[in-house]
Structures are given as C-alpha cells and as structure tokens.
C-alpha cells in the first residue's frame, strides 16, 4: 500500500492530475498507520500483519 501510494504521488506530481497526488498521499498515511498497528501487535481488522 505504501508502494503504490508512492508511485501515485511521483505519477501526480509529474503529470498535472492532483487526484493522483491526493490519493497517493492517502494511501501512504493509511498503509504508514496499518503497519505501526501491525508492528505494535494491535491487530486491525481481525488481521495483525499487512504485507
């Protein structure tokens, strides 16, 4: 999920679509809050790990 929220920032900010870079920035925040979830043992979701 980080991955792809990388890939759609670099793709948003160099192409002029905001929607991409937006959505980029959303999907790193969520996957950077899973895997803090994940590495403290709290599980999300009924799940511990997201890989």
Do not use: C, S
């Not at 999907?27 to 809050?33: E, P």
Request: a positive charge.
């Amino acid at each position: 999920m980080i991955v792809l929220g990388i890939i759609l920032l670099v793709v948003g900010w160099l192409l002029p679509i905001p929607i991409l870079f937006t959505l980029g920035i959303i999907l790193i925040v969520v996957g950077v809050i899973l895997e803090l979830f994940g590495a403290i043992g709290r599980p999300v979701a009924g799940r511990r790990h997201y890989y």
